[in-house]
């Protein structure tokens, strides 16, 4: 069948192209005869991971073991291993005409045509998908629409009952806010189903009624190609999960969906713990399910012993004598194995985005002099000094001067910052000039929890990841908070059991409270959706007195509208207006008899959630995500450079004006800043 369309389509175009027919599993089908035209056919080799590797696959698994490559437990993609030829002939996109998808699983062509759209610079080829499935998610249709794919309904083969698999499973919808789910029929572009195949290979066809498919009217070379998505970000960050930075990497990846880009998402978590296959798995899983980038790395420590000397000899730019350097070299251990240098560098990149400062030594060669973003989420600085931090050659604590001057050192080469806390911002204004910082919080696409009476019995609710911070103020609660609420407690239970209220953990510091064992007291761990945890409780705890940054758990409690009762220290870094919206307990027994209070006022409560809601309507016009897009435009490349900046830095640099000249034109012979659509900034900043 493969070699039966395949034929047919040459026929109809006569022949007069090169062909690369990918098959995803072995190809045992004829030879095309040399009137086809050029063909290349590359049926999917066995790999590692229980597949039979081929020559390649087997001679990069021996020098993995010699220390000389990367071996593939160091790293993980979306993208298969045996789909990684079909990557790499994407990336020559500029130069296809046509990409046609047999397929039984739409979101498997969904998939394709987001990496197709990575590798375009202006214009993206036409993207047919050819699929007898005509029932699939709604997000599914969406996307294949968003991304002006074809989808033509397949009359010789039958649906498939299976499942898609993993990487692309529960596609986003790309125009709104929330993944769509449910089935909806496919849009076809067909009014019926067609016939793809020779009939003089295949003379008895299945339910197409001889509907003929006329290649020409769907790919012919008068019709103009579809424009390419509007941005391609690449989006570099920590690999860390089920925390407030992970929450805002979710919002960061949401806005850029709503804004119509495509995400490459590189994610370093620098500890030498290979990848198993069912955590390669759920990993995955995850990241499709929060970030849903087009395409993604997990990267963690490298076992390539001339990677790891490279990346040490670099770091002497940054010698790791305090912590902060050390967590820089860290990231820069991570692995970087060919397809993501290859990835990146052939992709038509508009937007850096990248997150926390300690990941730019790692990121320096895929940043490769562009103009980029970095959002400090909070200064690492403040968070070493309240962990204790020891500095493994001196073994004590760095000064909190030393580690911000050499933090300072990595924000100041960022062309536009990014920071959390008000007060953060204003610390940092004092190294770096203040026209190159903003004040963004990407607050989360959160809705309202409906009002409820006080349950039976009542529910308190705290949300904290695994981290010394953390730790430090759950301790506090616990040891200083909880005993002033007993003797309300004592008399509760001279009524009835059930107005004992409980107190419910949620996030990953159960891990560090395993030996705590309290009265009403329940740790849950990680749960995949909070927003039921917010509905059920009754009142949120942010017993908070250490930490950086902003308290994204604060945060989401304001936009859940749920009564809150917080330290002065949750409310670090937010606006002056929205702290005195909230109000603050910072002593443990005004704490406590806050908490009782609202436990035994119902008006109380009602004025505390009025409280709440006044304070997200506050966030929420502070426009942070207007401030974002402002920033953003400051380094963002047109896709014609993005997709061939080195080859432009030279025809740049030329076009750069002199003392005397037209700052928008060239000499004779050469392209004008405004053909290559650069401002005189952003080209310098190329140029170097």
């Not at 002497?316 to 194995?337: D, G, I, Y």
């Not at 008000?422 to 940092?428: D, G, P, S, V, Y």
């Not at 009524?495 to 159960?510: E, K, N, T």
């Not at 917010?534 to 017993?543: E, F, G, H, Q, S």
Request: with cysteine; proline share 7%.
């Amino acid at each position: 069948m493969v070699f039966a369309a395949a034929r047919h389509l040459m026929r109809q175009t006569q022949g007069i192209a090169e062909y690369r027919i990918f098959c995803r599993g072995p190809y045992r089908g004829p030879r095309f005869p040399s009137d086809s035209g050029r063909v290349r056919v590359v049926g999917r080799r066995r790999g590692p991971f229980g597949r039979e590797a081929g020559l390649r696959e087997r001679l990069c698994r021996c020098l993995a073991w010699t220390h000389l490559f990367e071996t593939r437990q160091t790293w993980i993609s979306n993208v298969e291993p045996g789909d990684e030829p079909l990557l790499r002939w994407l990336f020559d996109a500029d130069q296809v005409r046509a990409i046609v998808v047999f397929t039984v699983i739409p979101d498997f062509a969904l998939h394709l045509a987001r990496l197709t759209h990575l590798f375009c610079s202006r214009s993206a080829p036409h993207i047919i998908v050819v699929t007898p499935e005509e029932r699939v998610e709604v997000a599914t249709v969406q996307d294949l629409h968003w991304l002006r794919t074809k989808v033509l309904w397949d009359g010789n083969a039958v649906a498939s009952a299976a499942s898609a698999p993993a990487t692309h499973r529960q596609t986003p919808d790309q125009c709104g806010d929330k993944p769509a789910r449910g089935l909806t029929p496919m849009a076809f572009d067909t009014s019926g189903p067609v016939s793809f195949l020779d009939v003089v290979s295949y003379p008895q066809q299945l339910g197409t009624d001889d509907a003929i498919v006329a290649w020409q009217d769907w790919i012919g070379p008068n019709l103009p190609l579809p424009d390419r998505v509007p941005d391609v970000v690449l989006f570099i960050r920590p690999d860390w999960t089920s925390c407030g930075s992970a929450t805002t990497f979710a919002s960061l990846a949401e806005y850029f969906r709503r804004n119509d880009a495509l995400l490459i998402d590189i994610a370093t978590w620098p500890y030498a713990v290979p990848f198993g296959q069912q955590e390669r798995t759920a990993k995955i899983e995850e990241e499709q399910r929060h970030i849903r980038a087009a395409l993604y790395f997990s990267l963690r420590r490298t076992n390539s012993l001339p990677y790891a000397l490279r990346q040490l000899f670099r770091s002497c730019s940054f010698p790791p004598v305090t912590t902060a350097n050390q967590r820089l070299l860290e990231n820069a251990l991570a692995a970087t194995p060919p397809l993501v240098r290859a990835a990146v560098q052939r992709s038509a990149i508009n937007v850096i985005y990248l997150n926390h400062y300690f990941t730019y030594l790692h990121s320096r060669d895929l940043i490769a002099g562009r103009p980029f973003f970095l959002d400090t989420h909070d200064i690492q600085a403040t968070n070493v000094v309240d962990h204790g931090a020891i500095n493994m050659f001196t073994r004590r604590t760095d000064s909190f001067q030393k580690l911000m001057e050499q933090e300072m050192r990595i924000l100041r080469k960022a062309d536009r910052l990014c920071f959390v806390s008000l007060a953060e911002m204003k610390l940092a204004a004092q190294y770096i000039p203040p026209d190159k910082l903003d004040f963004i919080i990407a607050l989360p696409q959160i809705a309202a929890c409906p009002p409820k009476k006080l349950g039976a019995p009542p529910r308190l609710l705290i949300v904290a990841s695994n981290n010394k911070a953390n730790e430090r103020n759950l301790l506090w609660f616990l040891n200083q908070v909880a005993p002033q609420m007993l003797n309300w407690q004592a008399d509760a239970a001279q009524v009835g059991h059930d107005s004992i209220p409980l107190l419910d953990i949620y996030g990953s510091i159960d891990i560090a409270m395993k030996d705590v064992r309290r009265t009403g007291l329940r740790f849950h761990g990680v749960v995949g959706d909070l927003r039921a945890c917010y509905d059920r409780c009754d009142i949120v705890l942010l017993p908070v007195i250490v930490g950086g940054g902003v308290s994204i758990k604060t945060i989401e409690a304001l936009l859940h509208e749920k009564p809150v009762v917080a330290t002065r220290h949750a409310l670090r870094g937010l606006p002056d207006e929205v702290i005195d919206a909230i109000g603050y307990a910072n002593d443990p027994e005004e704490f406590a008899q806050t908490v009782v209070a609202l436990l035994e006022s119902d008006s109380l409560r009602r004025e505390y959630t009025d409280r709440s809601r006044h304070g997200a309507l506050l966030l929420r016009h502070q426009g942070f995500y207007e401030r974002l897009t402002g920033a953003l435009d400051a380094v963002r490349l047109p896709p014609a450079v993005a997709a061939t900046y080195r080859q432009h830095r030279g025809r740049v640099s030329a076009a750069l004006p002199r003392d005397d000249g037209d700052p928008m034109t060239l000499p004779a012979g050469g392209l004008s800043l405004r053909e290559l659509e650069l401002t005189p900034e952003v080209a310098r900043k190329l140029v170097g």
